[in-house]
């Protein structure tokens, strides 16, 4: 599901971080195929994430992260999972409804909210039985 509003700078560490996982390297064109958005949307952005020291653009191997775009990246992508993972746990299962969740309040965790929620999610996942109790409530089964 495609949001309204254009991709915040976030977005696209997160994205950019997403493709150097998976492919060694980010190219604008992924970026924009990731975000649904324009190759000039994505050059536009790039130059600025460039300027203020999240990425180097290497002439033939596309971007690359630098160690503070990289942190940054990880912490991203681990915020998106972490939400992804607390969303499933409440029996939301249909993957545009957890996408456009996510994407919609990713941006508006702190990162002590996060870790509050991060220890929640982990609690659930090493007691089953206790969370069952809780989502077997009638009001909850879809
Ligand atoms: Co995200």
Redesign the pocket.
């Known amino acids: 599901m495609k949001g309204v509003s254009t991709p915040s700078q976030?977005?696209y560490l997160?994205?950019i971080w997403r493709l150097t996982q998976k492919k060694g390297y980010a190219r604008v064109s992924d970026i924009a195929e990731a975000l649904h958005i324009s190759q000039a949307s994505v050059s536009k952005m790039i130059r600025k994430l460039k300027e203020e020291g999240w990425l180097e653009v290497e002439r033939y191997r596309g971007l690359s992260l630098t160690s503070k775009g990289h942190a940054k990246g990880q912490l991203?992508?681990a915020?998106?999972q972490t939400l992804e993972r607390f969303l499933g746990h409440l029996a939301i299962t249909d993957p545009a409804v957890v996408h456009h969740d996510?994407?919609g309040i990713?941006h508006h965790f702190s990162t002590e909210t996060l870790k509050k929620l991060s220890d929640l999610v982990t609690f659930i996942d090493q007691n089953p039985e206790w969370w069952k109790k809780f989502i077997n409530r009638s009001s909850l089964i879809p």
């Open positions: 976030e977005d997160e994205a991203l992508l915020r998106h996510v994407e990713e």
